[in-house]
């Protein structure tokens, strides 16, 4: 439970601040739309994909999962993301889920949900 709550404040450091400077998104739309991104990503990538692959499988599914996600909730939840953006966002994502997985990949592969 410790690491999903680093990792939602993790991602909260990245993609709430993107989203509500580039993407003009409210600040309570911004902090939902990055909880729900790694709560997603917490148990497809980290408790799932991380056990059978390694890590930098688990950073690209993350990668993709974020993109994916963005496409889907852009302009539901935050404002639109041109494509620069997105891929900047996911970039940031994918060094942060990067230097996350290496830093207590350990931890999430051998501790239980």
């Known amino acids: 439970m410790r690491l ?9 450091l990245i993609t709430v601040h993107f989203l509500v400077i580039f993407a003009g998104a409210s600040f309570s739309g911004a902090v939902v739309s990055s909880v729900i991104l790694s709560l997603i990503a917490y148990v497809i990538g980290d408790r799932l ?6 890590n930098v499988v688990a950073t690209a599914l993350d990668l993709g999962l974020a993109s994916l996600f963005f496409i889907l909730v852009s302009g539901v ?3 639109e993301l041109s ?3 997105l891929l ?3 970039a940031g994502l994918g060094v942060l889920e ?4 290496r830093t207590f990949g350990a931890n999430l592969v051998s501790s239980a949900a």
């Not at 990792?7 to 909260?12: E, R, T």
């Not at 990067?98 to 997985?101: A, I, S, T």
């Open 83 to 85: 494509m620069v953006e």
């Open 77 to 79: 939840t935050i404002g």
């Open 98 to 101: 990067y230097y996350f997985h």
């Open 4 to 12: 999903l709550w680093m990792k939602i404040l993790i991602n909260g």
């Open 49 to 54: 994909i991380l056990k059978i692959t390694n």
């Open 88 to 90: 900047t966002l996911v």
